[in-house]
């Protein structure tokens, strides 16, 4: 994991939030749920009236898979849900990545497709201690080892 990449494509992805942002815009969040190649990204900006809009923003998808190798840890694997939070007035951002949860993380509203997870432990292979359950494939529990590989 490189601190510096990580930092370097944060900064990345909030130019390019912040340049997509609309008129009178004071802060973003951008979530972004991932599993392999597969994801979806909601960005929320606040404007100065306090109300909230929500809009795509072409040019996140290869960005947050970088952010996703950059972050991968051999044997525990990377995050599959990550936060950030730019303010216009700052140029800090808040990061919030999340890499392992018991219950499954992206809610009702995700239909994730099944090769996705297959995807997920193939390209970032973890040891079962560290691959959530619903993450297993069911009757392929051995592919997420102990030692560390995905099958």
Known sequence: MSRYRTHEL?????????????KRWRNAEVLRRQLGTFGTTLTTYTV???????????GLDELFHQLKRAEYQPGEGTWFRCRLEYSRRR???????????????????????????AEE???FPRQRKHTPPWMIPQ?????????????
């Open 121 to 123: 432990l193939t390209m």
């Open 91 to 117: 140029r800090a951002y808040t990061a919030s990545m999340q890499t392992f949860a018991r219950e499954f993380p992206f809610g009702d509203d995700l239909q994730v497709p099944p090769w996705a997870y």
């Open 10 to 22: 944060c900064v990345e992805i909030g130019e390019l939030v912040a340049a997509r942002a609309p």
């Open 48 to 58: 100065a009236d306090g109300s909230e809009q929500t809009q795509d923003v072409d």
């Open 139 to 151: 009757g392929r529990d051995n592919e997420a080892s102990g030692e560390g590989s995905a099958g």
